[in-house]
């Protein structure tokens, strides 16, 4: 069985600045990992992957994770935040090797502030 | 192309009634999800089906709790006999099979409300 854990409920930062929204995650079995993003009133959306290879991972807009092995973590990090990444982001992971469901994090809510 | 649907949008039901809800994946995905997103609890799953293999039924939390696919395409999820716990907002997701089956796409949801 797989478990995520993100302590942080909410993160409030302001516009421009350095966000780390973070992830733990614990398994018996190695895990493919990901972050999905809740924009408000939307569906959730995939926004980065880790499967195999580099362990940094970057999306189209601006946010990067790295999965560390050692720590069993894979935090998302973005150097300068906008008004538009204000969501609710959630961490995920899948055991590798057989079944498809995803085991989700209880979610952080990002607030970009000006 | 059409991204997965749900519907209703919003369901209020009494305590003690039946409620369906329904998916419709992305054309051409067989395999199909359904969680459930509760308040201050993230997202749980529920059931999972994959072309004509058997579900996975393992995160239905009760046997109140069932679903189908019909055909390979739509699903319903049923929740017999509701209650207020049973409040949250379900969400279906779909996939390709194989490789490709990393990326699930997810529907709008569909917010229940048990009163």
């Known amino acids: 069985a797989q478990s995520v854990t993100q302590l942080d409920s909410q993160v409030p930062v302001f516009e421009e600045a350095p966000v780390e929204l973070r992830c733990n995650y614990s398994?018996?079995?190695?895990?493919?990992l990901f972050w999905y993003v809740q924009y408000p009133n939307q569906g959730l959306q995939l926004l980065l992957k880790?499967?195999?290879?580099?362990?940094l991972v970057e999306s189209i807009n601006g946010f990067e994770a790295e999965f560390n092995k050692s720590q069993t973590s894979f935090h998302l990090r973005k150097p300068s935040v906008h008004i538009s990444d204000t969501a609710e982001y959630f961490c995920a992971v899948r055991a590798r090797g057989g079944g498809n469901k995803l085991t989700f994090g209880t979610g952080t809510q990002l607030k970009v502030e000006l | 192309g059409a991204g997965v649907s749900q519907s209703p949008s919003n369901k209020v039901t009494e305590k003690g009634k039946d409620v369906e809800l329904r998916c419709d994946p992305i054309?051409?995905?067989?395999?199909l999800y359904w969680y459930r997103q509760s308040l201050g609890q993230g997202l749980e799953f529920l059931i999972y089906f994959q072309g004509n293999s058997a579900p996975d039924k393992s995160g239905l939390p009760s046997d109140r709790f069932s679903a189908e696919r019909t055909g390979g395409s739509v699903s319903t999820l049923t929740i017999q006999r509701t209650q207020q716990e049973d409040s949250a907002v379900y969400l279906c997701a779909s996939s390709l099979a194989g490789l490709s089956s990393y990326e699930q796409y997810f529907g709008p949801g569909t917010r229940l409300t048990v009163t």
């Open positions: 398994s018996s079995v190695s895990v493919y």
């Open positions: 880790y499967l195999s290879g580099s362990t």
């Open positions: 054309s051409g995905h067989t395999a």
